[in-house]
């Protein structure tokens, strides 16, 4: 299925959302703002960090040419890298904003963070991590500006292997900020700099490293919800390449930091386990009744690579398969490494260690691989919290999961006010209970239609009966 441009919000259905989206927000409990305790801690700290190499005691790579890849507009730049090709294979530098260099354990910003746990992002607006004098400038990895990094470098082969890894804090200077958009077009244009065109050979062949582990991509086209003068708009496009591309990136450093974590007896790991036997059987059927039958000889991750995402079957076997990535979670240990490790959608253990500004649990996982290796002491205050890191992640990843849930309902509900009566062609994604899951056509509105019997991948017709902005409730009927 196409992606097509969604109409916008009717302008008095605008209203109605922003007072919902804002009661949304009063619900979970979720405030923007900071005390005025955290916000003087941060300035204070946005104006005394040091970022000066000889001041600061580390590493000056400056006179390496950095640059960030984000969507158009973003200000809280964890990640730059640099890739440089070799006779044997490339060079990558990945610097990571340093963030622990301005939070005090146990210090205002410390304790506001570790209640949030993640940075939330709603249509009206995100709900930050830090403050934004931090998170938005001081450690950003803004261009042209001195800032300060643990920069992770990997020797590799040319096959795109690690041969070598190591860790240093240091200060760096970003010489472009690139949007995914321009990256893309430059690269298919010939045009882009060197450490881009790196990227592209850098990319497929860490695609192919993660088929060869076992290690799955789903590139399911993502519903985002764009803000703009007239009201909020729904988007669903797939990735671009260059996506992906610097995905295996932060892919690559996690799997090296959980791997110098669990060598070193002491750290953070994401995991995930593997898909149960009957639920993997049921989604195999579920293949052959789509028509795009899973053949046993071919591997799990092979298979949904050669799915067309343009299929309506594909995309409906791709849903399924988003089902058995479940369980994911945070496992903390020092001593005696986890018993199951493994991070199973990725097919080997990984740490989340590349978005410190946005992700409270990526500040621990960068001291202590910054302390394992350069055969240091973890710091006291990492070691010993440690433990209640997982908490923490598992309590913001539900708020996050509720708040992304009920934000698109309300949203498709106000996409579709007004028009109670009419009839829209929709794709069966899955059974759900007693009645079915389905993506209209136009807008890309995906919502359960009770009563609903149809098979995955079948093209139904369905009308609607009414909206609730308040509560984000499309209920729709089939229709002949």
Same mark, same amino acid.
């Given at each position: 299925?196409?992606?097509?441009?969604?109409?916008?919000?009717?302008?008095?259905?605008?209203?109605?959302?922003?007072?919902?989206?804002?009661?949304?927000?009063?619900?979970?409990?979720?405030?923007?703002?900071?005390?005025?305790?955290?916000?003087?801690?941060?300035?204070?700290?946005?104006?005394?960090?040091?970022?000066?190499?000889?001041?600061?005691?580390?590493?000056?790579?400056?006179?390496?040419?950095?640059?960030?890849?984000?969507?158009?507009?973003?200000?809280?730049?964890?990640?730059?890298?640099?890739?440089?090709?070799?006779?044997?294979?490339?060079?990558?530098?990945?610097?990571?904003?340093?963030?622990?260099?301005?939070?005090?354990?146990?210090?205002?910003?410390?304790?506001?963070?570790?209640?949030?746990?993640?940075?939330?992002?709603?249509?009206?607006?995100?709900?930050?991590?830090?403050?934004?004098?931090?998170?938005?400038?001081?450690?950003?990895?803004?261009?042209?500006?001195?800032?300060?990094?643990?920069?992770?470098?990997?020797?590799?082969?040319?096959?795109?292997?690690?041969?070598?890894?190591?860790?240093?804090?240091?200060?760096?200077?970003?010489?472009?900020?690139?949007?995914?958009?321009?990256?893309?077009?430059?690269?298919?244009?010939?045009?882009?700099?060197?450490?881009?065109?790196?990227?592209?050979?850098?990319?497929?062949?860490?695609?192919?490293?993660?088929?060869?582990?076992?290690?799955?991509?789903?590139?399911?086209?993502?519903?985002?919800?764009?803000?703009?003068?007239?009201?909020?708009?729904?988007?669903?496009?797939?990735?671009?390449?260059?996506?992906?591309?610097?995905?295996?990136?932060?892919?690559?450093?996690?799997?090296?930091?959980?791997?110098?974590?669990?060598?070193?007896?002491?750290?953070?790991?994401?995991?995930?386990?593997?898909?149960?036997?009957?639920?993997?059987?049921?989604?195999?059927?579920?293949?052959?009744?789509?028509?795009?039958? $899973?053949?046993?000889?071919?591997?799990?991750?092979?298979?949904?690579?050669?799915?067309?995402?343009?299929?309506?079957?594909?995309?409906?076997?791709?849903?399924?398969?988003?089902?058995?990535?479940?369980?994911?979670?945070?496992?903390?240990?020092?001593?005696?490494?986890?018993?199951?490790?493994?991070?199973?959608?990725?097919?080997?253990?990984?740490?989340?260690?590349?978005?410190?500004?946005?992700?409270?649990?990526?500040?621990?996982?960068?001291?202590?691989?910054?302390?394992?290796?350069?055969?240091?002491?973890?710091?006291? $205050?990492?070691?010993?919290?440690?433990?209640?890191?997982?908490?923490?992640?598992?309590?913001?990843?539900?708020?996050?999961?509720?708040?992304?849930?009920?934000?698109?309902?309300?949203?498709?509900?106000?996409?579709?006010?007004?028009?109670?009566?009419?009839?829209?062609?929709?794709?069966?994604?899955?059974?759900?209970?007693?009645?079915?899951?389905?993506?209209?056509?136009?807008?890309?509105?995906?919502?359960?239609?009770?009563?609903?019997?149809?098979?995955?991948?079948?093209?139904?017709?369905?009308?609607?009966?009414?909206?609730?902005?308040?509560?984000?409730?499309?209920?729709?009927?089939?229709?002949?």
């Amino acid at each position: 299925m196409s992606a097509r441009r969604p109409r916008l919000v009717p302008a008095r259905a605008h209203d109605e959302l922003i007072e919902s989206l804002a009661q949304l927000r009063a619900d979970l409990d979720l405030a923007a703002d900071f005390p005025a305790e955290v916000e003087a801690e941060a300035q204070h700290a946005a104006r005394t960090v040091p970022t000066d190499p000889a001041t600061a005691q580390i590493d000056d790579l400056r006179d390496i040419e950095f640059l960030t890849i984000d969507p158009a507009g973003s200000t809280d730049l964890d990640q730059a890298l640099h890739v440089e090709r070799t006779a044997a294979g490339a060079v990558l530098h990945y610097a990571i904003a340093d963030l622990p260099a301005f939070v005090a354990p146990g210090g205002a910003i410390d304790d506001a963070a570790r209640l949030r746990g993640q940075t939330l992002y709603a249509a009206d607006g995100r709900i930050p991590l830090h403050p934004s004098v931090i998170s938005e400038d001081a450690a950003s990895l803004l261009p042209d500006r001195e800032r300060r990094a643990f920069v992770w470098r990997f020797v590799l082969d040319e096959g795109a292997r690690p041969v070598e890894t190591t860790l240093r804090r240091g200060v760096i200077r970003s010489r472009a900020q690139w949007s995914y958009v321009d990256a893309q077009a430059a690269i298919d244009a010939g045009a882009a700099p060197s450490s881009l065109q790196a990227l592209a050979w850098f990319g497929p062949l860490r695609l192919e490293r993660e088929a060869e582990r076992g290690g799955v991509s789903l590139n399911v086209p993502e519903t985002r919800i764009v803000a703009d003068d007239d009201g909020y708009r729904l988007e669903r496009d797939a990735p671009l390449p260059v996506e992906d591309w610097n995905a295996q990136v932060s892919l690559l450093t996690g799997m090296a930091a959980a791997d110098i974590m669990l060598r070193g007896g002491v750290g953070i790991l994401r995991t995930m386990p593997a898909a149960e036997r009957d639920d993997v059987a049921a989604f195999r059927t579920q293949t052959v009744a789509l028509g795009i039958p $899973w053949a046993t000889d071919v591997a799990y991750g092979d298979y949904l690579r050669t799915l067309d995402r343009d299929s309506p079957s594909a995309l409906a076997i791709l849903d399924a398969a988003a089902g058995l990535f479940r369980g994911a979670g945070y496992v903390a240990f020092d001593g005696a490494p986890p018993a199951d490790p493994l991070q199973a959608a990725i097919g080997a253990p990984y740490a989340h260690a590349t978005a410190p500004l946005r992700r409270l649990v990526d500040r621990w996982s960068l001291v202590v691989c910054e302390a394992l290796a350069n055969r240091r002491e973890v710091p006291a $205050w990492a070691r010993e919290s440690l433990p209640t890191v997982p908490r923490i992640m598992g309590r913001s990843d539900g708020v996050a999961g509720r708040l992304d849930a009920a934000t698109l309902d309300r949203v498709e509900a106000a996409l579709l006010s007004r028009r109670a009566g009419q009839v829209f062609e929709a794709l069966v994604l899955g059974r759900r209970n007693d009645g079915a899951r389905v993506q209209l056509t136009e807008p890309p509105v995906t919502a359960k239609v009770a009563g609903l019997d149809a098979a995955p991948g079948t093209r139904v017709r369905l009308r609607l009966r009414s909206t609730d902005i308040a509560t984000g409730a499309v209920v729709l009927e089939p229709t002949a």
